[in-house]
């Protein structure tokens, strides 16, 4: 079964305005963490947000969040005021607690349009 | 700066030969990992390593070997043995374990076979 799961395969936004990019996760482990990193054309992929399973808020990295709702296992990422320079894949990952490796999701691919 | 550094950027490979992928990393990092990424595909692990002189298959480790001689070093083979080794190879590294232990990645190696 899937661990990771991001539905979108592909989003348009325009410039300015606030995206999200869903991700939904499975895990049987109370500890966890969910990470999302962003990747533009050049490959590298590129930290952007954390979230602890325990964290009792929300992360926040600029304009970045994660609306995390724990019951629903859903760790969207918000990227507010959209730029032209968001274009790019977007990765969402969990780890578990005491695992080594980290599991991806697919992607979703973001368009900012002018 | 502290980073990873991956080389080369590109590299063409004809048919029957192995080839070594580079990754450094000066962040004091213990754990270092090996990711495939075929176009449209999120990351599949091929090897991953822990401490000096010790390292795990991943998912997809037939084809490939690596070597953990130093703790700043985690080269990657590709061998004659893999049958489809045209990719995206990114190597990754982090403090280690724990859930909330970020990877952090390089810029990544495109490797082409002719």
């Known amino acids: 079964a899937q661990k990771i799961t991001q539905t979108q395969p592909g989003m348009f936004v325009q410039e300015k305005e606030a995206v999200t990019l869903d991700c939904t996760y499975d895990?049987?482990?109370?500890?966890?963490?969910l990470f999302w990193y962003k990747q533009p054309s050049s490959g590298e992929m590129i930290f952007l947000i954390y979230?602890?399973?325990?964290?009792?808020q929300n992360a926040t990295e600029g304009r970045y969040s994660l609306n995390f709702q724990k019951a629903r296992k859903s760790a969207n990422l918000v990227i507010s005021a959209s730029q032209l320079g968001d274009s790019a894949m977007y990765f969402c990952?969990?780890?578990?607690?005491?695992?080594?490796?980290?599991?991806f999701g697919r992607g979703t691919s973001l368009i900012v349009h002018p | 700066d502290g980073g990873i550094t991956q080389s080369p950027k590109y590299l063409f490979r004809k048919e029957g030969q192995n080839v070594t992928l580079s990754c450094e990393q000066n962040?004091?990092?213990?754990?270092m990992y090996w990711y495939r990424q075929d176009p449209g595909q999120g990351l599949r692990l091929i090897y991953y390593s822990q401490i000096v002189n010790d390292f795990q298959k991943g998912d997809i480790a037939e084809g490939y070997s690596v070597s953990r001689e130093k703790k700043e070093s985690f080269p990657l083979t590709v061998t004659s043995a893999q049958k489809n080794p045209t990719a995206f190879y990114l190597c990754?590294?982090?403090?280690?374990?724990?859930?909330?232990?970020?990877?952090?990645f390089g810029p990544g190696t495109r490797l082409t076979v002719l």
């Open positions: 962040l004091n990092h213990d754990a």
């Open positions: 895990t049987s482990d109370p500890s966890y963490g």
């Open positions: 990952a969990m780890r578990e607690g005491g695992s080594y490796i980290p599991t």
């Open positions: 979230q602890g399973s325990y964290d009792q």
């Open positions: 990754a590294s982090s403090i280690l374990a724990g859930s909330g232990d970020t990877q952090y």
